[in-house]
């Protein structure tokens, strides 16, 4: 084996394998607040991607109206919930934070999109689309379902994947695209060539997981989320607004999503249907890590992303079973280690 | 148990829908799909519904049925009809291989888990030489019976329906049997069953395994109805969209399955083929909507369909009463059950710092009552679960009839005759009063699945009912018999608890806080119950805070306070032991 080859070889893996800790933490995080298995974070990558993408390319990206279109649904969801003791305070905040916000960020996108915006606010912008999207998404479909079991959520997950992943078709065409580096230009070190984007990978993955151990370690709403993932009932009882956790959790994952999206986009080609598959992959590593530690998760990412780059090179027509089934052992050697404890399901 | 009249109504009615004149043969088709989907929901039904096994991986394992039929019938011209039992035996044998596996995992890593594994079989599918890659395996044989050729969606239409309607037979038999409550019974966590002598693990990998064989027929039909198979409708997608199919029907009921299939198949052909005349345009808008609908069904009805369905039916008229006649043979017993039953010696606990039992001795003797008391967090509970090995020893042993049963699983502490209760009631809410304390007599029996499904196992169903009726019986509970168990009321639970640990025909009953709850009346029931039981051989070891209950009833007393053992002796000298008075009342008492 060639070295030069090799060290090709991981630092693909590593780049890779940083956008599924991304995203395997954005899981993580969803799944312990909320009990939902987010399957459409891979929508929430592609819908970032593809949004930048297009904003660069001087296109009007539909996501922006789909964010008021679920903002208007959030806001009717507010007011149906609130009927019985309808105030006029309740009405104008929630008309503000769900209506009138994404409708200015529409008006925005408009006026901006045909002038091909600077790289930086089509990063902004598609953040901001996105993180709305995320947000109204939990109000409209999650939060009625917050009582009901794991089983049910999940499968309302697959809906919403469903539907968001057809509204990616319509918005964004069957066509792949690409994006514009985050961060150009690119030096060698040694035999290996850094490129900008890949340094960007890296430096934004470290200081999110970063900002998210600090978020969690330091800030009340962190640990107000922390206490949400312990026991709901418990935290209710201290007075912690589960909704609120719900909405906090989702808007992180949303802007994780997007985020992961952008930075792969100038890397690889992205189609609407692509984030599945990534997301799926962002499973795996959350799933090594136990859906509950952060710091094990971004490790397993990085583990399967240079799984992957090794099998795609000597087998790449296994890749994909090679990484699925990488989780065979490590379910087996957890179900080894810890045997089942009991547990109280609904 | 429930009637057989409404399911014959239904196939009668299956059966003549392709001789009503009119019909397009489109429907037919359509219910075609309906059946293929309803047998692999069926086995969700009892895996995720029934036994709370989520699993991601169906598809997988009608693609094992399929691939199997399809290789060996165009590859080595084998008779569809050989293919069958083949294709039923791999998909069964490689579920057993995913199971021992995965079955074992807790919580949310099984579902994750079958999704990866899932997801690997596809793209194995898609890439193997011998089985086609991704054009897959074409010109399949059609099923046939003698010059008779099931070429049509009509004629094959019969073998559909009728697999469905047996696997639902089979399946709703094998739930109304001693393995069945075994099954039910997984979902609400595993320490109650195995204290009845229940395999947990067995138990999942038996669904389990059921689950894939009505997968693999499932797509052994496929194949011939289809007469190609490609990867695509074996991949993650539609694993998904068959854990989908259940809930969406109703994840609890077999029926549920077959509902869920209607509803989905017709659902999707209808956006399908109407959609794009309301709203033309590119992409796929019947996508859209069916998620859309998908959400909005689960937010109006998140227990599914079925049970939503059935509200607006009379209830069915409630289970008749076994025949108390029946006597079920005892539990084997040891050759002498007499003088010492169980004894403790310097049994010790630790949970990391935490010293939860510390060094505690004592024993009980045939025939007597002995109370474990002391304040909240003395170890009690600890010890009984040291007892019945739910947990296992840090060191000290114990023995029951002199032979030493250290760290041995509960299955073989209840052998022994030692039959417990618990502090929090484990009852199966969604189960009868019957029901659940049948479970105790589960080491009773000898029903195997198998035999339950074709009905061969109804004299020893009878006499496990029986036996269950008449413990329900002598704790005064024959009103609620067949009531379901989470309606009654937490004292009446710990009644029933009792039932279930006396259904094992125990030499010791183990009571965690049985008076807990009770009424004045109730608690004096109690008692004379526990005397009676004294009195006709058994010894009761029980934990308890009712110092009236305590005194009155136990021959022996032991004290417990902060995991030490720190006294012993007959109600009397107990109640004027200062030490015994320090630890509940403080040293200023």
């Given amino acids: ?346 | 148990m429930q009637s057989r009249l409404p399911i014959l109504v239904f196939a009668i009615l299956m059966a003549a829908i392709p001789f009503i004149p009119g019909v397009p043969p489109f429907w037919i088709v359509l219910l075609d799909n309906i059946g293929l989907a309803a047998l692999v929901a069926m086995g969700l039904v009892l895996l995720t519904g029934v036994g709370g096994l989520t699993s991601f991986g169906q598809a997988a394992f009608v693609g094992f049925g399929a691939y199997t039929t399809a290789v060996l019938s165009t590859g080595y011209g084998l008779s569809p009809w050989l293919t069958l039992p083949l294709s039923l035996v791999v998909s069964g044998s490689l579920a057993v291989l995913l199971g021992l596996i995965t079955v074992r995992l807790s919580g949310h890593y099984l579902p994750l888990g079958t999704l990866a594994w899932g997801l690997g079989l596809f793209y194995l599918f898609s890439k193997l030489e011998f089985l086609g890659r991704n054009d897959g395996i074409s010109a399949i044989p059609p099923l046939s019976i003698g010059t008779f050729k099931m070429l049509s969606p009509g004629s094959i239409y019969y073998a559909i329906w009728i697999a469905v309607v047996l696997s639902a037979l089979l399946t709703m038999n094998l739930l109304d049997s001693r393995t069945g409550r075994a099954i039910r019974a997984l979902r609400r966590g595993h320490v109650a069953a195995e204290a009845f002598g229940v395999h947990t693990p067995r138990a999942k990998l038996l669904v389990f395994i059921h689950a894939a064989v009505l997968a693999g027929l499932s797509g052994w039909l496929y194949a011939h109805l289809q007469r190609a198979v490609n990867p695509t409708p074996f991949g993650a997608q539609a694993g998904i969209e068959y854990l989908f199919i259940a809930v969406v029907g109703g994840a609890g009921y077999v029926w549920g399955g077959v509902l869920g299939a209607a509803i989905v198949v017709v659902l999707k052909e209808v956006l399908q083929s109407y959609l794009p005349l309301i709203l033309p345009g590119s992409g796929q808008v019947e996508t859209i909507v069916f998620g859309i609908m998908l959400v909005a069904l689960l937010q109006l009805a998140p227990g599914g369909l079925w049970p939503w369905l059935m509200s607006f039916f009379p209830e069915a008229t409630r289970g008749k009463k076994p025949d108390t006649s029946l006597k079920l043979e005892h539990r084997a017993r040891a050759p002498a059950e007499a003088g010492v039953l169980l004894q403790v010696e310097k049994a010790r606990k630790q949970f990391g710092g935490v010293v939860a039992v510390n060094n505690v001795s004592f024993d009980v003797q045939a025939r007597e009552i002995v109370a474990l008391i002391g304040p909240n967090g003395a170890g009690k509970s600890t010890t009984f679960n040291l007892i019945t090995g739910v947990l296992s020893a840090t060191s000290g042993s114990i023995s029951v009839l002199g032979r030493k049963v250290d760290n041995a699983p509960p299955q073989e502490i209840v052998k022994l005759g030692i039959s417990r209760t618990f502090q929090h009631v484990k009852l199966v809410p969604d189960m009868t009063v019957l029901e659940n304390v049948a479970i105790g007599a589960h080491l009773r029996g000898h029903s195997g699945p198998v035999s339950s499904m074709l009905r061969l196992d109804r004299t020893d169903e009878a006499k496990l009912l029986a036996e269950a009726a008449r413990q329900i019986e002598r704790v005064g509970l024959t009103e609620q018999m067949h009531q379901l168990a989470g309606s009654l009321s937490l004292g009446q639970q710990r009644i029933v608890e009792i039932a279930r640990a006396l259904c094992v025909d125990p030499m010791l009953l183990l009571l965690d806080e049985p008076a807990a709850g009770l009424r004045h009346m109730e608690k004096q029931r109690l008692a004379a119950l526990l005397r009676e039981l004294r009195d006709g051989g058994m010894s009761v070891l029980l934990v308890e805070h009712d110092m009236g209950f305590v005194m009155n009833l136990a021959d022996r007393i032991v004290v417990l306070d902060f995991g030490t053992k720190i006294a012993e002796g007959t109600p009397a000298t107990i109640k004027t032991n200062p030490e015994v008075i320090k630890a509940y009342l403080g040293v200023a008492a």
């Fill in chain 1, 1 to 346: 084996m060639n070295t030069t080859i090799m060290l090709f070889l991981v630092q693909d893996g590593i780049t890779n394998g940083a956008i599924y800790a991304l995203l395997g933490l954005a899981l993580v995080l969803v799944f312990a607040v909320t009990r939902v298995i987010l399957i459409p974070q891979g929508e929430f990558v592609t819908y970032g991607a593809l949004t930048y993408a297009s904003l660069a390319a001087g296109q009007m990206p539909g996501t922006a109206k789909l964010a008021l279109a679920l903002g208007i649904g959030a806001f009717a969801f507010d007011l149906f919930e609130a009927r019985k003791a309808l105030h006029g305070r309740l009405v104008v905040r929630s008309f503000i934070a769900n209506v009138v916000l994404p409708a200015i960020v529409l008006a925005l996108t408009l006026s901006l999109a045909a002038q091909k915006p600077p790289v930086a606010i089509c990063i902004a912008l598609s953040l901001v689309i996105v993180a709305m999207i995320g947000l109204y998404l939990y109000r409209v479909a999650f939060q009625p379902l917050a009582h009901t079991s794991v089983l049910v959520l999940l499968i309302a997950s697959v809906g919403v994947h469903l539907a968001l992943q057809g509204l990616g078709l319509l918005f964004f065409g069957a066509e792949g695209q690409r994006g514009p580096a985050v961060l150009s230009g690119a030096f060698t070190a040694g035999a290996l060539r850094f490129t900008g984007q890949s340094i960007a990978v890296y430096a934004i993955t470290i200081a999110f997981i970063v900002a998210l151990w600090l978020f969690f370690g330091l800030t009340l709403y962190g640990k107000a989320l922390r206490a949400t993932a312990v026991n709901r009932l418990g935290a209710r009882l201290a007075g912690i607004r589960t909704t609120l956790s719900g909405q906090i959790a989702f808007l992180l994952a949303s802007v994780i999503g997007a985020l992961s999206g952008i930075l792969i986009v100038p890397i690889t080609t992205l189609y609407y249907d692509s984030g599945f598959l990534i997301g799926l992959k962002g499973f795996v590593a959350a799933i090594i890590g136990g859906l509950v530690s952060y710091p094990l998760t971004a490790v397993a990412a990085l583990v399967v992303g240079i799984v992957e780059a090794f099998s795609s090179f000597y087998a790449s027509n296994y890749k994909e079973v090679i990484v699925f089934m990488l989780l065979i052992p490590v379910l087996l050697l957890r179900s080894l280690a810890a045997p089942a404890v009991e547990e109280e399901k609904d």
